[in-house]
């Protein structure tokens, strides 16, 4: 079992920066593969960026260049540094984990286990 308690959204102005950590719970940590996704009100999840187990990243196109994800395996926490963000980038924001690729979790938008979301609203 893994357990997944996101933090550090809030509401930021247009071109602010956000980073966002989830914190997770068990011995496996390590060997999982992370990602970030968000839902917008009235829209479907979408995969925002993905962290396999030796940090190799991926990202959505229009997070290219703004967001950074990373992970501390010694804090068992992985991040979201979101940058110049826009009105856009506003919706909740799930941590996920998962043994598969991230190529496969963004394939297929699932994951093992999720965290309860955290709001990021940015105000234009």
């Known amino acids: 079992q893994v357990q997944l308690l996101e933090s550090g959204g809030g509401l930021v102005q247009a071109g602010g920066s956000l980073r966002l950590s989830c914190a997770a719970s068990?011995?496996?940590?390590?060997?999982?593969?992370m990602a970030w996704f968000r839902q917008a009100p009235g829209k479907e999840r979408e995969f925002v960026a993905g962290i396999d187990w030796v940090s190799n990243t991926d990202y959505a196109d229009s997070m290219k260049g703004r967001f950074t994800i990373s992970r501390d395996s010694a804090k068992n926490t992985v991040y979201l540094q979101m940058n110049n963000l826009k009105s856009e980038d506003t919706a909740v924001y799930y941590c996920?984990?998962?043994?598969?690729?991230?190529?496969?979790?963004?394939?297929?938008?699932?994951?093992?286990?999720w965290g309860q979301g955290t709001q990021v609203t940015v105000s234009s």
């Open positions: 068990g011995r496996t940590f390590s060997t999982y593969n």
């Open positions: 996920a984990a998962d043994p598969r690729t991230i190529a496969a979790i963004r394939a297929q938008q699932r994951a093992n286990y």
